[in-house]
């Protein structure tokens, strides 16, 4: 089991942490439709609870376990009611359990609940936002800046659905799209109201990410491992201007902007009309421009906010945006098969990455039970490395850089500090 190899890792090494995702015992119990009526009301199983924790007592007995909450602890049907009060009991983190932050070292790690709200008028949002605050106002002291969550924003499995109950990549739409209709004529009215109804996910918390330098962020939920390149903003593929007006399946670039600035698709191509694709998009995000009525293509749409024409970059030198680790290999079944029910009637099972391979995603495996490490060696360089179950090599070791003068980070803690990275259940269910 995943168990036994971190155990015999800790002979050779010595760790300062272990970090755990979330969906810690599946104490849960499936029972069929699972009652939820007061008097047939099922709870979740204790005993394997306590199945579990002498399972990982070997190692959660040598070193510090933090944990944040996950769907099965929280969520009140994933959890058969557990409503997060038994993990609460058995886990006393240096805060409310679900969302709280400390260091180790060199290195500051905050906790994030995805289960409930961390849009700006949540308490957690606020929160949130504070201490990432606090953080980076002593950024010498910690010159990294870890985010560990259960639900990744970042997801290219197709069997599991991020946060927000859709996945970060859809074959069918990319993800800037949020409507179009190209078989209706119809006219469009704008009502400016005024109402709040975000709860965050979706439109604050990477913004909060990229502009606080957070450098790392690590997540469970998804039943296999995948590594991004540093990344924002949550899209596939944006081009200034892109038009989701099929032809045979694939995604079309509009041509009217590149044609006119030295392509060949516009008609009258005139040398003298520049500025769309490098300076446009740019000036209505800097001067706050809120809505961009067009026309041009007959067709309907409206797209998410967004903004950039550049949102990962396929390197680990000197990192500018937020690298996401997802390591949910680590126990339960893994995700290698889901049924895509393109057509009526079928329920073939298809892998779980079929018609998925975002940019963005630099790695990843559905077919391996396994555990993360990160090793931070300085106020510049840590090291990633990836450890299948039963391997006493690595198979994945990637190095991240970051410049010093990102935050003016003299690294003054220069401890360096060595985590393992579990999420999932550490029981290996098969």
Request: proline share 3%; glycine share 6%.
């Amino acid at each position: 089991m995943v168990t036994n190899d971190m155990m015999k890792r800790m002979e050779v090494k010595q760790f300062h942490g272990m970090i755990h995702c979330g969906d810690i015992s599946y104490a849960n119990k499936y029972d069929g439709e699972r009652p939820m009526d007061a008097k047939n009301k099922t709870f979740a199983e204790q005993k394997v609870w306590d199945t579990w924790g002498q399972m990982v007592e070997p190692v959660g007995s040598k070193m510090a376990y933090m944990a944040v909450p996950g769907n099965h602890e929280l969520d009140i049907w994933d959890s058969t009611n557990e409503n997060g009060t038994i993990y609460a009991k058995r886990f006393i983190m240096p805060g409310n359990e679900r969302y709280f932050s400390f260091a180790v070292g060199m290195v500051h790690f905050v906790a994030v609940s995805t289960d409930e709200s961390i849009d700006a008028e949540s308490t957690q949002g606020q929160w949130f936002k504070n201490i990432l605050t606090e953080v980076n106002e002593n950024r010498d002291k910690w010159p990294w800046l870890v985010v560990f969550q259960h639900r990744p924003i970042y997801n290219s499995n197709k069997r599991m659905w991020d946060f927000a109950d859709r996945n970060t990549y859809d074959d069918k739409a990319p993800r800037f799209s949020a409507a179009r209709d190209n078989e209706n004529w119809g006219h469009c009215e704008l009502d400016f109201i005024d109402t709040k109804t975000a709860k965050g996910w979706k439109d604050q918390y990477e913004a909060l990410l990229v502009e606080h330098g957070v450098d790392i962020v690590l997540n469970g939920h998804v039943h296999h491992y995948e590594r991004t390149w540093p990344v924002r903003n949550r899209v596939e593929t944006v081009k200034s201007f892109i038009n989701l007006n099929k032809k045979n399946e694939n995604f079309s670039i509009h041509k009217n902007w590149e044609g006119r600035e030295g392509g060949t698709s516009s008609r009258y191509n005139n040398p003298e009309i520049i500025g769309w694709i490098d300076n446009y998009p740019t000036l209505i995000v800097e001067q706050n421009v809120d809505l961009v009525l067009n026309g041009h293509v007959h067709h309907y749409e409206r797209t998410w906010p967004m903004k950039n024409t550049t949102t990962w970059e396929e390197s680990y030198d000197n990192v500018k945006y937020p690298v996401h680790l997802t390591c949910g290999q680590a126990g339960k079944s893994l995700y290698m098969k889901y049924a895509y029910y393109k057509k009526e009637n079928d329920s073939t099972l298809y892998d779980s990455y079929h018609k998925s391979d975002p940019g963005w995603s630099a790695a990843r495996d559905n077919s391996h039970w396994g555990h993360c490490e990160l090793d931070f060696i300085d106020s510049t360089t840590v090291e990633h490395r990836v450890y299948q179950m039963g391997d006493t090599e690595h198979v994945e070791k990637i190095r991240i850089t970051r410049s010093k003068d990102r935050w003016s980070a003299a690294a003054s803690l220069s401890i360096s500090s060595t985590l393992l990275i579990l999420t999932l259940s550490i029981l290996t269910w098969q």
